[in-house]
């Protein structure tokens, strides 16, 4: 089943994302029923899908961890803060074991073994803490279930190599060969999985609305020559089954032993008090998408289809070679008489808004929830508080803005130091908080949410804030020229500075000065910037201003002497044009036209010499083609086929700033 095992990593990646987010909200008091039975239900579904695939370490471990999950839901064993950090433990194993089955570095034994034992102590006595003592269950072997198997003839379903596939993981036998004329598939499987197991695994291969299961018997007793006896015969090939109206069928003329629902809408027949189970009669044969245990995955597959990443990558790069050749239409169809030529024109119009509305479906596509970076802040919040002694709550607001898959997997190292930042050097210590007359539980914010054309994430703390003295102090002591009459803003991101730390003790989480350089770097790699508000004692405040997408922009595009260039209108403020009042100047700004750019909450006046238009253009990256070349983001191909340089405001931005620095400081040296 190699072909599918991808889908299995990428369904238990989301299986162990759901364990974990339902732990670190799970309240020890009080748990959640709902919660515990979803936790239960994805370990249930690794362990089916990694036995099925024949990954018996993960099967293994997550039988321990399930076994455990169960009696905590049933009632028989209180939930204790020691089991959560064991269940975290084990989910951070069964990870690293997934990564290895990708390909990755084998996972130390002694890891996975550390992950079992302290599973297996959580089951001592000592850790039924309020919990009324229930008699032991005897210890039972494996139950080995017969099942018939149905499965319609479909041409994208390879049929016999999945039974080869099968029967490498379980006794598989063909009943009946199905055909085009309508007749399924019929297997007969012996396997330690019940139905609801086998159901789970072959949705990865098969449609679950093209199969059906029957358990036949609990237990498959066997006659010494390798033939399992005791259960009725299974039909013969064409049997009549009769359909209850809930896509529910059974075999004509049968009768139904009491069914036991164990929970997750699976039925298994009651054996007789003290006596052996009773024959059982053939159970309905069900669709598996009517089980609720994966009911949500069915739904899924039908409203979403996995897609890889490079083929929308393709697409979104087809998407701008239209947006060029419409550009290029556009602008031949200028020098056109628009009477004379009126329904090309038209026709030309109507190019443009479906070319736009197909780049923004496009778009959409790459669009991914924030919250998938988000969601894995949780845990690092919890055993980094544990681990400094600190009291923090995670607030997450705008889990469902949306944004680039290419930011979301460049956020992830950005977004991850400043949490740190926050916890180590913002956040103080609940004793120290309860002097300054704060609550000795420390506030972290999240937040996403759109801004004009930019998505802005920011990281918030309650916390001590930034000292402006000792920032400046610091920066004097590293020959750093600062003034006292810098403002806030200047002052704040004089941390970005490569090796600046006003950190007095060095921890294993921060205060090196190796951090919010390579923050400031990675998000200006992105298009981005980094904003900073604090108040001492009352909090920092850190947002990253990225646009929606790098892929597609909108820009305005100008002429500066023969050369064509262009401007991100998202650092367009204003274009104007100036009036004569510098007398004999070198250069004359009124045979110009100046545009207002603003970056960094610093404001600069750009002087071109005409203003060509304003449409969308598409980004072709330099590094790829040429280098990186300071105060360029890019480049893109204008509707003439000639190629326009795209300006990096932040760049020029910044330099303008460094300049004037300079040249100031060079006054002041000067007398």
């Known amino acids: 089943m190699s072909q599918f095992h991808q889908v299995f990593f990428d369904e238990t990646d989301e299986h162990l994302a759901t364990m974990e987010s339902l732990l670190l909200a799970l309240d020890i008091a009080q748990p959640d029923e709902e919660a515990l039975n979803a936790i239960f239900r994805a370990a249930h579904s690794i362990k089916g899908g990694s036995a099925t695939f024949g990954f018996s370490d993960l099967t293994e471990l997550t039988h321990v961890l399930e076994n455990l999950l169960d009696r ?164 013969e090939p064409g049997i009549a089954l009769q359909e209850d109206g809930f896509g529910l069928f059974t075999p004509l003329e049968t009768t139904q032993d009491p069914l036991e629902d164990e929970g ?59 947006v060029i050749t419409q550009s290029m239409l556009m602008q031949s169809a200028s020098y056109l008489d628009t009477v004379e030529h009126e329904r090309l024109h038209n026709g030309i119009n109507l190019l443009q808004r479906n070319s736009r509305e197909i780049q923004e479906a496009v778009m959409s596509i790459r669009m991914t929830p924030v919250g998938f970076v988000f969601n894995r802040f949780p845990r690092v919040v919890r055993d980094l508080a544990q681990k400094m002694d600190k009291q923090v709550e995670l607030k997450m607001v705008g889990e469902s803005t949306e944004l680039d898959k290419s930011f979301i997997e460049k ?44 998505i802005v994430i920011e990281v918030t703390d309650d916390g001590a804030g930034l000292d402006r003295e000792r920032i400046l102090a610091k920066a004097r002591e590293r020959g750093m020229t600062v003034s006292d009459s810098m403002t806030d803003s200047e002052v704040w991101n004089l941390i970005f500075e490569p090796g600046f730390s006003t950190a007095s003790v060095i921890t294993d989480v921060s205060g090196r000065g190796v951090g919010m350089d390579v923050v400031k770097r990675n998000i200006q790699s992105m298009g981005g910037r980094v904003e900073i508000e604090s108040m001492l004692n009352f909090g920092t405040t850190i947002g990253i201003h990225l646009p929606l997408t790098l892929a ?68 072709k990256n330099l590094e790829t083609n040429y280098r990186k070349v300071d105060g360029l983001s890019g480049a893109t191909i204008m509707g003439d086929g000639q190629v326009a340089l795209i300006l990096d405001v932040t760049t020029i931005v910044r330099s303008n700033q460094k300049a004037q620095a300079q040249a100031a400081a060079q006054l002041v040296a000067e007398g």
């Open 552 to 619: 597609i922009m909108d820009g305005m595009s100008v002429r500066i002497g023969q050369e064509t260039y262009i401007l991100p209108l998202s650092f367009v403020l204003e274009s104007l044009q100036p009036r004569p009042g510098v007398p004999h100047a070198r250069m004359n700004p009124t045979e110009g036209i100046l545009i207002i750019v603003e970056c960094d909450d610093t404001r600069l006046a750009l002087l071109v010499d005409d203003l060509i238009g304003q449409q969308q253009f598409v980004v």
């Open 411 to 454: 956020l992830s190292d950005p977004l991850t130091h400043l949490v740190r930042n926050s916890l180590d050097h913002g956040i103080e210590a609940p004793d120290v908080r309860l002097a300054k007359g704060k609550s000795p539980q420390g506030q972290l914010t999240l937040r996403a949410f759109h801004q004009g054309g930019s």
């Open 264 to 322: 997750f809408g699976l039925f298994h027949p009651l054996p007789g008090e003290g006596a052996p189970p009773a024959p059982a009669k053939p159970a309905p044969i069900a669709h598996a998408e009517k089980s609720p245990a994966h009911a949500p995955s069915a739904a899924a597959a039908e409203n979403s289809i996995r897609v890889n990443i490079e083929k929308v990558d393709l697409l979104l790069n087809l998407v701008g070679e239209l």
């Open 72 to 235: 905590i839901r049933k009632g028989t064993l209180a939930l204790t803060m020691p089991m959560v950090d064991a269940f975290l433990h084990a989910k951070d194993v069964l990870q690293a074991l997934l990564a290895t089955h990708r390909g990755g570095d084998p996972v130390p034994e002694d890891d996975v073994m550390e992950a079992k034992r302290a599973l297996d102590e959580l089951r001592a006595d000592d850790c039924v803490a309020a919990v009324p003592p229930v008699e032991a269950a005897p210890v039972l072997a494996p139950v080995a279930h017969r099942l018939l198997i149905e499965i319609d003839v479909r041409e994208d379903v390879d049929v016999p190599a999945l039974i080869d596939q099968l029967a490498a993981q379980a006794e598989i036998a063909t009943i009946q060969q199905g055909s085009e004329g309508g007749v399924p598939w019929v297997l007969e499987m012996v396997s330690e999985l019940d139905e609801g197991e086998v159901a789970e695994t072959l949705a990865f291969a098969v449609d679950p609305s093209l199969f059906r299961i029957r358990l036949e018997q609990g237990v498959a007793e066997e006659d010494g020559f390798g033939l399992f006896m005791g259960a009725p015969a299974f039909p």
